[in-house]
C-alpha cells in the first residue's frame, strides 16, 4: 500500500526524483547501450533493403498452406543464387533477390508458377538498378543533415546554444541506439525505416524542446543571492514536466507497439515492420535521452557560466557559515549542560575537610554605621 501511494503521489508530480543529480548512472547506461549498438553495426551491419543496394523484386499470390520455405525453394529452383529475402505482403508474398537479367527472371517466374501452383501471369516482377539505390542513400544522407543544421539553427536562435548542443547530442545518441537495435534483429533498411528514423528525430526534439523551455521560465530569476543552485532549479523543471512526457511517450508507443507486435504477426503487415521497428525504439529511447542525456548535459554546460558557478559557490558559502554557528551553539550547549550536571552531581561528603563555607544570611533591618569618633561617642 505504501509503495503504491508513493508510485501515485510521484506520478502525479507530488514527488521528484534527483535526475540531473545523478549524470554518472544515465551517462553509464547511454555508454553501454551505444556499445551495443556498435558492435551490431559493426558484427551483423545494416540489411539494406533492394531500393539502396539493388536487385529484383518478386510479388508473387499467396496459395493456402504456402510457408516461407516453400517459396524460397521455388525462387531458388529458378536459378538464383543466395538467399532470397521473403515477406509477407498482405495476401501476397514479396520475394527479394539479386538483380536478375531478363531470361533469368523469367525462369526464376516459371519455377515458382510450377511449384506453387500459381499463374506465371499473376507474378509481378520489379527490376531496382545499384545507381538508383546509390542516388537514395545520397538523398537520404543530405536529408539528414538538412534536418540537423535547422534543428541547431531553431535551437541557437529560439534558446542558446548550449540548449543546441545537448539536443544535438541526444538525437545522435537516439540515433546510433536505434540503428544499432535495427542491424541486431536483421530487418531490412527501407525508406520506410528512413522515414521512421526521421520521425523519431523529430519526437526526440519535441520532448527536449519541452524540458528546455520549462528550465528556461524555472532558471530566469537565478541570481547571486538565490538560495538554490541552476542544477536544482533545473532539477526541478524537470520534475514537473516529468509525468507530462512519460504520458506523451505512452500514448504514442502503443499504437506503434500495436503495429509491430500484432499487425505484423496476426496480420501479416510485414512491409509495416521496418518503419513499426525503428518508431518503437526511436520513441523509447528519444523520451530516455531527453530526460537523461540532454538535461543533464545542459546543466553541466551551464554550470560552468561564471553565473552560476559564483551561485553556487555563494551557496555553498552561506551553508558552510550556517554549519559552522549550528556547530558551535551545539557545543556551547553541550559545555552549558555538562557544567550543570558537574555542580549538581557533586556529593556534600566530598567536599574537603578543611574548607567550610558558610553563607550569612541577614535578615531585618540593617545596622547603619555611627557617625563620629571613638572619644565623641564614649563621652556621650
Known sequence: MA?????????????????????????????????????????QGLNFGVEFKGGSVFTIPAPKGSSITDVRTAVTD?????????????DNWRVTTESLTSTEVAKVKQSVSKDLNVPANQITTQVVGASWGGEISKKAWQALIVFMILIIAYLSVAFEWRMALAAVVALVHDLVITAGIYAWSGFEVTPATLLGFLTILGYSLYDAVVVFDMIKEVTRPLNSSSKITYSQAANQALSSTLVRSLNTSLVAILPVAAILFI?????????????SLALFVGMIVGTYSSICV??????????????????????????????????AAK??????????????????????????????????????????TRQQRRGK
Open 294 to 327: 540532454a538535461t543533464p548535459l545542459l546543466v553541466q554546460l551551464k554550470e560552468r557560466e561564471p553565473k552560476y558557478r559564483q551561485l553556487r559557490e555563494n551557496i555553498a558559502r552561506r551553508e558552510s557559515s550556517g554549519k559552522r554557528q549550528a556547530k
Open 78 to 90: 529458378g536459378g538464383v543464387h543466395g538467399d532470397p529475402t521473403v515477406q509477407k505482403a498482405g
Open 263 to 275: 499487425g505484423t504477426t496476426l496480420f501479416g503487415a510485414g512491409t509495416l515492420k521496418d518503419l
Open 331 to 372: 557545543v556551547t550547549k553541550a559545555t552549558e549542560a555538562a557544567g550543570d550536571d558537574e555542580v549538581d552531581d557533586v556529593p556534600e561528603d566530598d567536599a574537603p575537610a578543611s574548607v567550610t563555607v558558610r553563607k550569612v544570611v541577614q535578615t531585618g533591618q540593617r545596622q547603619q554605621p555611627k557617625k563620629g
Open 3 to 43: 509503495k503504491s501511494s508513493v508510485l501515485s503521489r510521484f506520478y502525479r508530480g507530488e514527488l521528484s526524483a534527483d535526475i540531473v543529480g545523478r549524470p554518472k548512472i544515465w551517462y553509464s547506461i547511454s555508454g553501454l547501450l551505444i556499445v551495443f549498438s556498435l558492435v551490431g553495426l559493426l558484427v
